[in-house]
């Protein structure tokens, strides 16, 4: 099994990484495919997400730490312990509160430990079990976040349509060059989801505008956004409110048709990235703004 490491980012919070993480993941799971999420955010979006108290497990925090293999931490739809109902194809190795502390308990092991290794050694053993990984990152720049940048093979960034949402791209673009440049010279960005968009807002036409034309690898090459964009709606709070996911409480809700054709173009662009039919290297200039 090949196995997709991707993260999901943007330095800015609020900006609907965490429910994209969970619906494009369960998305795919739906299609199909074996998918686990690492909440990698001691705010344990992800977690709550799936109903899962944070604090009633071991996760990120020993799997960074080195204090458990990661395959001990993974919670499953076959799990019938207390609180965990996952959908099937869905594991997830929940965060905690804990995780600010990581940086210290790192250090503690050695002071040379790298954002790279902390998390190389966990994926690594993880891969080929899964179709995909996703790496789901806090909105500032500690340990768990920089190992994700360090260590995923993809990456997908989240906006929303707000006055600083630009700026917040641009930034988040330029940690994804220093990674790269920094070590992990595979990281390709797969693409750019705009979530929480109303149509009839100039925002979010602005925003949209700006991503088609501003992300793409050259003048004629096709853009990073991805087509499928996804609508604000109370759905979504609702919904991570009782601890599900819209494919439990609103299967046939527009969001979630919206979802379903995301993770369809996720698959086929990385098909067709499979293919070689997409310069990766170009990407390096993909940024003009
Ligand atoms: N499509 C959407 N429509 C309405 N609200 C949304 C949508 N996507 C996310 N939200 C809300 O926006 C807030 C931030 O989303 P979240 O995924 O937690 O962002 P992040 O992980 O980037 O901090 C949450 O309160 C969430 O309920
Ligand atoms: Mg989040």
Redesign the pocket.
């Known amino acids: 099994m090949n196995t997709h490491v991707i993260a999901?980012g943007?330095q800015?919070?609020?900006?609907?990484?965490?429910?994209?993480?969970?619906h494009i993941a369960r998305a795919l799971a739906e299609r199909g495919h074996k998918c686990l999420i690492i909440d990698l955010?001691m705010?344990h979006?992800?977690t709550r997400h799936f109903g899962v108290e944070p604090e009633a497990f071991l996760g990120s925090f020993e799997m960074l730490a080195g204090e458990e293999p990661a395959e001990n931490l993974i919670l499953s739809h076959a799990d019938k312990e207390e609180g965990v109902i996952l959908p099937e194809n869905l594991d997830l190795i929940p965060a905690a509160r804990k995780l600010e502390g990581i940086d210290q308990a790192v250090m503690a092991k050695s002071k040379f430990m790298t954002p790279h290794e902390v998390l190389k050694k966990p994926l690594d053993s993880l891969r080929g079990k899964y179709d995909f990984i996703f790496l789901?990152t806090a909105?500032n720049a500690t340990l768990p976040t920089l190992a994700a940048y360090m260590n995923a093979d993809y990456f997908v960034l989240?906006a929303?349509p707000d006055p600083f949402a630009i700026a917040g791209l641009n930034d988040a673009m330029r940690d994804i060059m220093d990674a790269r440049s920094r070590g992990n010279t595979k990281l390709v960005l797969l693409g750019v989801v705009i979530?929480?968009?109303d149509k009839r807002t100039s925002l979010a036409n602005a925003l949209s505008e700006f991503v088609e034309n501003s992300f793409r690898a050259g003048e004629n090459a096709e853009s990073v956004k991805f087509k499928s964009s996804?609508?604000?709606?109370?759905?979504?709070?609702q919904t991570?409110k009782v601890g599900r996911t819209l494919f439990e409480t609103h299967s046939t809700h527009k969001?979630t048709d919206e979802y379903r054709a995301l993770a369809a173009e996720i698959e086929a662009r990385l098909a067709k990235i499979h293919a070689g039919s997409v310069a990766i290297e170009e990407q390096r200039g993909v940024v003009n703004g």
């Open positions: 999901v943007n800015k919070g609020g900006v609907g990484k965490t429910t994209n993480t969970v955010d705010n979006g992800a789901d909105p989240s929303m979530s929480g968009v996804i609508g604000r709606s109370t759905v979504i709070p991570q969001v």
